[in-house]
Each structure stands twice: as C-alpha cells, then as structure tokens.
C-alpha cells in the first residue's frame, strides 16, 4: 500500500509537520523532475544547485512550478513565472515577476527575502496561492493524488514540500501555511476561504511546537485570517497572540504513532507526533 494510504490509517497527526522557512522561491520550470528537481530537471543543472546554495541558511525554500497538463518541455526560450512570498506572521506578502530566462532570479537578495523585505523584484499579488505538489520521482504518491487535484482546479503543480506520506499536499503562499491529505473540497475552500485549520499541517515559519499551537487555536476560533502569532515556547506548550491582543496557552504532549513507512518503498517505522491537548485563553492578555 501507498505512504500516503498507510500514513492515513495510522492517524498520524498533519499539524506540525509543516517545512521550515521563512520565505518561498516558487520557479516555473516545464517539464519532467527528477528526485533532486533543481539539479534534476530541464532547469541548467548549474543554476539549480546555485540556486540551492544561495537559499542555504536564509530561511528561502526554492520550489519549481508549472502548469497543470501535460508536460513537455521543447527547450525553446520563454517568460517564466517567478513567485516570492514572505511567511512573516501579519506582515505576510506575495510578488510575481515574468522572467526573460531563469537565470535572472540570480539577481534576487536571497538574504533579504529570507528576513521579510521586500525586494521589489516583482509586482504585488492580493489573491492567495495554493501550490499542490506532483512531484513523483520524489514520491509517486505527490503525483497519483496530487495531479488530479491540480489539474481540475487549475492550479500550479510544485516540486517536493515535505512530507509525501500526508499526499496530496500543497502550500498556501503568502503565509506558508501547509496542508496534508488534500481533497478538492478543502482546496477550494483554502483558496476562496483562508487560512483553514483543516488538515493543516502548520506554517512554515513556525517551529513544530509553535506549528501545532496556531493550528489548535485557528481551529478553536475558527480564524482564517493571518492574525495569529507565536509569543513563546516551552517544552510543553506554546502560546499564542491574536492581532486584537487575545493570547492562549497551548499544552502539548508527544504521542506515538504506529509503525508506518515514511514514504513509499521505505520499511515502517514507529514515529512520535506532537498534540495539542489543551487550549487556555490567558486572562488580560489582551490590549487596551
């Protein structure tokens, strides 16, 4: 049976599972990928892995995009759409840019991205953007269930988030929100609606602990805005702040999952998920 199908029946929990990074490089590339897609793909290979270098330990995670549909790639030149978003919590945004050649993001500060600054690389974005992974030579879970989803609801195909044994998943930009077990209901809804807490797997910017908290009070409230932050962290728990000043104490305790395989083709293991197993709002915490 799939990673995904088995990851299901075990129950593992999705929220804090979610990717690590502050800011999101999201590259059109046609074509097939490979495992490694940003070496292994019709993208120069050179550019791939620079790529890859200048994002180390910037808070940057680079993804390649394209078109739902079949994916031919005739190497022949054209505009390529480059997406850039910042996770910073209330302060989130998304910039797009038609490139002339790939090789142009080169000369985007990847170290600005990383710590939320604008680099007036692009033009703003106000709609949300739900990136769905397909990714199959990284898990063939992303594309047998992630591929449909994208094609009927015309929405970008992405290269590996983390994560396959929850496919389909995809990540909502600006916030770097990131969902699990998809279906074309909650896409939908995740698009015109928000921020749901439903199937999420947490927001990127946040540390597991934190990924958890957010997703337990987005959940309680039934939040859709980006009005949540992470104030503090303790072993145990993790508290969190609403723009209008509300904070909670989230308790949280690791429990087992059972012996499931972590992707496709990889013996089961037994893992340890992070739960939230209490809400408290904190008194006078909020402002004014």
């Not at 390649?64 to 945004?93: C, F, K, N, Q």
């Not at 939908?188 to 337990?216: L, N, W, Y």
Request: with cysteine.
């Amino acid at each position: 049976m799939r990673c995904s199908t088995l990851s299901d029946f075990a129950g593992e929990p999705l929220a804090g599972t979610a990717a690590s990074a502050t800011a999101w490089l999201c590259l059109e590339q046609p074509g097939p990928w490979g495992r490694d897609a940003l070496t292994e793909s019709h993208l120069d290979p050179e550019l791939g892995a620079e790529l890859g270098r200048r994002a180390a330990g910037t808070g940057v995670r680079v993804l390649l995009i394209r078109r739902p549909g079949r994916h031919a790639d005739h190497r022949l030149p054209s505009r390529r759409r480059l997406y850039l978003a910042s996770t910073e919590p209330g302060a989130s945004w998304l910039e797009q840019a038609d490139l002339a050649c790939p090789e142009e993001v080169l000369e985007l500060d990847f170290e600005a991205l990383g710590q939320g600054r604008s680099t007036a690389f692009g033009t703003p974005v106000t709609d949300p953007l739900l990136l769905i992974c397909t990714n199959s030579k990284r898990d063939v879970c992303c594309a047998l269930y992630g591929r449909p989803i994208a094609t009927a609801l015309d929405l970008w195909e992405c290269t590996h988030t983390g994560g396959h044994r929850f496919a389909p998943t995809g990540v909502l930009l600006p916030t770097g929100h990131l969902y699990g077990r998809i279906d074309h209901e909650l896409a939908k809804r995740v698009v015109t609606d928000g921020i749901v807490a439903d199937r999420c797997r947490g927001r990127s910017c946040f540390t597991p602990h934190g990924q958890v908290a957010e997703v337990a009070v987005r959940q309680q409230l039934g939040e859709t805005r980006d009005v949540l932050t992470v104030v503090a962290e303790t072993p145990g728990s993790a508290t969190v702040r609403h723009a209008d000043g509300r904070q909670w104490r989230v308790t949280l305790t690791e429990r087992p999952v059972p012996a499931r395989p972590a992707s496709c083709g990889k013996s089961p293991d037994v893992a340890v998920a992070l739960v939230a197993t209490a809400v408290d709002q904190l008194v006078g915490a909020r402002r004014g």
